[in-house]
């Protein structure tokens, strides 16, 4: 088999993959959730809860293209606002419809290069986007585990989950640290064409709003939490705020593994696990996962009206 064959079959092949990892774990979730309970909570659902919980997806949406914009800005030049923000929804729409985030990836790239940035910007600015979202959720995730097993005294109900999770974000703090001490040695060892990413990433790590830009970034992951918390409410699920901090960053953390589409099926069965924890059914932990991801799917699939209109061809503007 030739060597573009090979490609043409892991481009088809993994996303395959991914989509029948999704519906294989929400098949079997589905075998164990009551549907007439289901139902039947959501339709108790106020259009105010349901409201709220888009709007604080939306507000998420748009701190997400704020941090991009000011990630922008300390590697090259800024992207203006309301462009990031325009660019942000459709890589929410490319997401939500496609079983791959690169499409969406790819549109912020291109798009950010109509708004004046290098191609090398428009990318790097991505790629530090993407590390720094799954960082920040790592450490969100890490608190809300030890928050779990000290305070609540329950451990999560996936071996070492706490431990490799504490590794990864020990782990990565330390390598930042010695990758600003030591940069050159670094760059000694990179290959040629990673040279610009240890630029640019020397620029976030040694930029004076780099722990501000941080801070954004556990404020957008918290907006999920918050969210969650509301559905909880509306649904009259026996979750505290507190207990909400502690069970859900942890799913959030899962469904970011790149298995499945969209988190399908692994947020959900992350969620089950989860709430057992604090006593929450099979069936309501389920039916609060899957609303919450109809919703994330809502938010998404309106950015659709930002792929449908016409492209920008303006200028990076200061705000």
Known sequence: MTAPSSKALLRIGIPALKVAVALGLVIWIARKVDFSEGWAAVRALSATTISVSILLLLLQALLSAWRWSLLSEMIGQRLKLSGAMKLFMQSLFYNQALPSPIPGDAARIFGAIKYGLTISEATLGVVIDRILTLFGLAVVALIGLLIMRGFYGHDFPIPYLV????????????????????????????????HALNEALAAFLTHRRMFGIFMLTLVIHGLSVVSLEILVLGLGLPLDWGQA?????????IAMVPISV????????????????????????????????????????????????RPHSGKIKAL
């Open 163 to 194: 431990e490799l999770t504490a590794l990864g974000v020990a782990g990565t703090i330390a390598s930042t640290l010695i990758f600003i001490w030591r940069r050159h040695f670094f760059v000694r060892f990179l290959p040629a064409k990673l």
């Open 262 to 309: 969209g988190g399908w099926g692994l947020r959900e069965g992350g969620m089950i696990v989860s709430l057992a924890v604090f006593g929450i059914g099979t069936t309501d932990a389920a039916t609060l996962s899957v609303v919450f991801g109809l919703l994330q799917l809502v938010v998404g699939l309106a950015g659709g009206v930002f792929v449908l209109s």
């Open 245 to 253: 901090a502690a069970a859900f960053p942890p799913v959030l953390l």
